[in-house]
């Protein structure tokens, strides 16, 4: 039996620690028992909507305290992206002040006047007109980022489409493929660690899907425990090629390896 020693932790948030904005069993005091022991944490999520500000007001609201410096969304791994690889540049945006607000910080003018990107997030509004504008631009030459590749996600009245089905429907018009920034682009987890001076081999993740956060945390060489409070469910697990290091019902397991910083394998 190996002991792996674990001072860096990686957590997805939706199907982690809340629930349509309810906290999971366990959640607050897990995270209580990683600032309680000193361990480094962000919270990662594919969510571009909101800013850390905005996410950790939420999650107070669920009893879990996080502040806002702990939290890493794919907005904000979009927007460092785009502004590594073009500094000061320029961006047609589709997305909600979340993305706006970390290209605005990031150095990024926003604009439909030959942008250098079209940058597709995640709203509630999504507008014919706005999408018809992002069409006509990457024909034109911008290139096509999206935040995350989630097709659909929940609500409190059910299945809503999501950024990978509308830009499904961009690429289908311009015959344009998206590079997708978040979850599971390892990017979003280099990023995150970069962020903390955290390595990988002494770091989990923690997510509730095989498809994003499981595969995501593979690919990065990190230790993956994938919780079956969320989307994928135990008798799933054995259809993917990969594995997580372990599958736990809930993050509420978890607390006694935040705690001791081990975990046996």
């Known amino acids: 039996m190996t002991v792996h020693t674990i001072d860096t932790w990686l957590t997805d948030m939706d199907g ?3 629930h349509e904005q309810r906290a999971l069993p366990g959640a607050a005091d897990f995270i209580q028992a990683l600032r309680d022991n000193g ?13 850390p500000r905005d996410l950790s007001a939420r999650l107070k609201l669920s009893g879990i305290d996080i502040p806002e410096d702990h939290i890493w ?21 589709i997305g909600e002040a979340g993305l706006t607000t970390a290209l605005h910080e990031a150095g990024y003018i926003l604009s439909d006047r030959h942008p250098d990107y079209v940058i597709l997030g995640e709203t509630r509004t999504y507008s014919f007109e706005a999408i018809t504008t ?6 034109g030459g911008a290139r096509f980022i999206c ?8 609500s409190d009245q059910g299945i ?7 830009a499904a429907l961009i690429t289908k018009a311009t015959g344009r493929e998206p590079y997708f920034i978040g979850k ?23 997510g509730d899907r095989m498809d994003t956060d499981v595969i995501a945390g593979v690919e990065a060489g990190l230790h ?20 997580p290091s372990h599958v736990v019902d809930s993050i509420a397991d978890l607390i006694p390896v935040a705690e001791s910083g081990e975990v046996e394998e």
Not at 147 to 154: F, H, V
Not at 184 to 194: D, W
Not at 224 to 238: A, I, M, W
Request: hydrophobic share 40%.
């Open 224 to 243: 993956t425990f994938l919780t079956l409070t969320g989307v994928t469910t135990k008798d799933q697990v054995e259809a993917y090629p990969y594995r």
């Open 73 to 93: 969304t794919s907005a904000q791994a979009t927007a460092q992206f785009v502004s590594q690889t073009i500094p000061q540049g320029s961006a047609y945006v």
């Open 147 to 154: 935040t995350n590749p989630d097709n659909a996600g929940p």
């Open 184 to 206: 599971p682009n390892p990017i979003m987890f280099r990023t995150a660690l970069n962020r903390l001076g955290a390595h990988s081999a002494s770091t989990a993740m923690i």
């Open 160 to 166: 809503l489409p999501s950024t990978g089905a509308v």
């Open 16 to 18: 982690v620690l809340v």
């Open 39 to 51: 361990r480094k944490f962000l919270v990662l999520t594919n969510n571009p909507m909101y800013t």
């Open 134 to 139: 992002a069409i006509r631009l990457i024909l």
